[in-house]
């Protein structure tokens, strides 16, 4: 059975099964890396299926393994640096601006991360290459924090030379059955989803209620600099 066909025959996948299998065929390794990249750019393609099949194409004899893992790792490099230098170009003043602007989110909380950043950042940057979602936002935050590009280069090879072998060779060795990684890749993406969503809805109740605490005290929101000016402007708002 040839690639393409075992592609086509997957309703589950779809289009970008056989939109990466055609881009690996027809390029071999730079295929597989330049798939890679644009997954970093559009998280929506899934790397749990752009992965397993580079793997497979490569047990088909369409490019080597070795190719495969070095072209997938430039690709996901490639792709995060690009991230990395729109955090930059964002900068630390803009992110700023734009939270001030934003509902229940106050500058505080962006001092928190920053100070968060300073301490775990290397951390965050190499264990985010191997967790769905994060996989790619992590490098915004490394862009405007301006973490050492060099550092970062580093860390983003290594943890995505690790993402990416587990399931080059788990395609490679699967298969015909490589598609089955997808599956319990799914499973993990979800646990990631929902714990994410947990953690989203504890901080938006416990902002909530501190907002409300504040108010009946006759506070600002919070101690940020913007909100103490609104409250003397507005000190019955």
Do not use: C
């Not at 900068?91 to 505080?108: E, Q, T, Y």
């Not at 301490?119 to 915004?140: C, N, W």
């Not at 862009?143 to 995505?160: D, E, H, N, P, R």
């Not at 969503?197 to 901080?203: G, K, N, P, S, T």
């Amino acid at each position: 059975m040839s690639v393409t066909v075992l592609a086509q025959s997957s309703s589950e996948l779809g289009g970008i099964a056989g939109w990466a299998v055609d881009l690996m065929e027809k390029l071999g390794g730079l295929g597989a890396g330049l798939a890679i990249a644009l997954e970093n750019l559009f998280p929506p393609l899934p790397s749990e299926v752009i992965l397993p099949l580079a793997g497979f194409t490569a047990s088909q004899g369409k490019m080597s393994l070795v190719g495969a893992l070095l072209w997938t790792t430039a690709g996901s490099v490639v792709g995060a640096a690009i991230l990395y230098w729109l955090g930059v170009l964002l900068g630390r003043d803009r992110l700023r601006a734009i939270v001030d602007k934003m509902p229940l989110v106050s500058l505080a909380d962006v001092d928190k991360t920053e100070a968060w950043f300073d301490r775990h950042g290397k951390k965050a940057v190499f264990f985010g290459r191997m967790i769905p979602i994060f996989r790619s936002l992590i490098s915004i935050p490394a862009g405007i924090q301006k973490m050492s590009f060099g550092v970062f280069v580093l860390l983003t090879t290594a943890g995505s030379a690790i993402w990416n072998t587990i399931f080059v060779l788990a395609g490679y060795f699967l298969g015909s059955n490589w598609d089955k990684v997808e599956v319990y890749a799914g499973y993990f993406q979800y646990v990631v989803i929902a714990v994410v969503a947990v953690l989203l809805i504890w901080w938006l109740v416990r902002r909530i209620q501190d907002i409300r605490r504040r108010r009946a005290a006759g506070l600002p929101d919070s101690d940020d600099p913007s909100d103490l000016a609104r409250a003397k402007r507005h000190p019955h708002a």
